[in-house]
């Protein structure tokens, strides 16, 4: 039976931190975190993820605030917003909620927010800092940068000699993923919807990690034994009889089955969820203390 890994748990662990090192900040260097979130529209998913990063914030000791937009804003009024969100010295961390309303440019937004302050990482210049081996300067991903703190839980920093196969290439979460693998020593792979004969190359591999948005689709089949498993999937299951909004929430890995074969498997929900939000408090409070031109915590 595979060891679960409480992602809960490693989340809260890392929030004690970041709320240590916000105070520190605050005692010695006279500065209070700043993080801003915006939301537009009415999304209630992404509503209720903002809510709860609100919370976090507040719990870390942050000075946070939350810029509701309607719906039908406009690119330039968002745009503008970031801006002066850019040139205040007391926002350290701007986050933009994903998706955004389809009649704006999401990529364009986020391109336009300061890399020092783009606590999601998804700047082209921090993408670039990870891809070309700069963790000490950059921003990395929240996801990415929790799902590799669980990996560490088990296999500790050095990784050499594993194989890890990421399922997902996606710019928010597989290329960053695979990168943070790579610095590690790992060998990685990653696989995508066109790759041939996925479930042989998952079964080479001693870390495996799933982002492929479909319910349940890892299966104990496709398991090393004893390998690690990280699944990122968060799936709603609609529940007819709930109604809207409600239903139960699976990975994009069977866990009952792959528990009975891999060695170590994040739960869903419980795992790399609420790690997401717990790193971007990291990034945060790091993006603060580099404004002060102070060493930030690794987290
Ligand atoms: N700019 C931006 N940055 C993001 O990081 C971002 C985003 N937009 N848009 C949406 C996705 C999704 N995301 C999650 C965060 C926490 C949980 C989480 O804590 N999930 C709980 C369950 C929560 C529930 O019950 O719904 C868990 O897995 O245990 C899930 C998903 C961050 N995202």
Known sequence: MATRIDGKKAAASVI????????????????TTGLAVI???????????????RRLAKECGFNS?????????AQDELASLVASLNDDAAVHGILVQLPLPKHLDADAIIQSIRPEKDVDGLHVVNAGKLATGDLATGLISCTPAGAMRLVRSIHGEDLTGLAAVVIGRSNLFGKPMAQLLLNANA????AHSRTKDLPSLARGADILVAAVG???????????????????????IDALELGAGKGRLVGDVAYDEVSEVAGAIT???????????AMLMANTVTAAYRTCGREPPRF
């Open 65 to 73: 605030t939350q810029h509701t937009l309607p719906e039908e804003t």
């Open 16 to 31: 004690e931190a970041v709320r240590l090192a916000t105070s520190e900040l605050e005692t010695e260097a006279g500065v």
């Open 39 to 53: 939301i537009v529209g009415d999304d209630p998913a992404s509503h209720t993820y903002v809510g709860a990063k």
């Open 267 to 277: 739960p869903v929900p419980g795992g790399v969820g609420p790690m997401t939000i």
């Open 187 to 190: 060998t990685v792979t990653t």
């Open 214 to 236: 479909r319910p349940e689709m890892v299966k104990a089949d496709q398991i090393k034994p004893g390998a690690t498993v990280i699944d990122v999937g968060i799936n709603r």
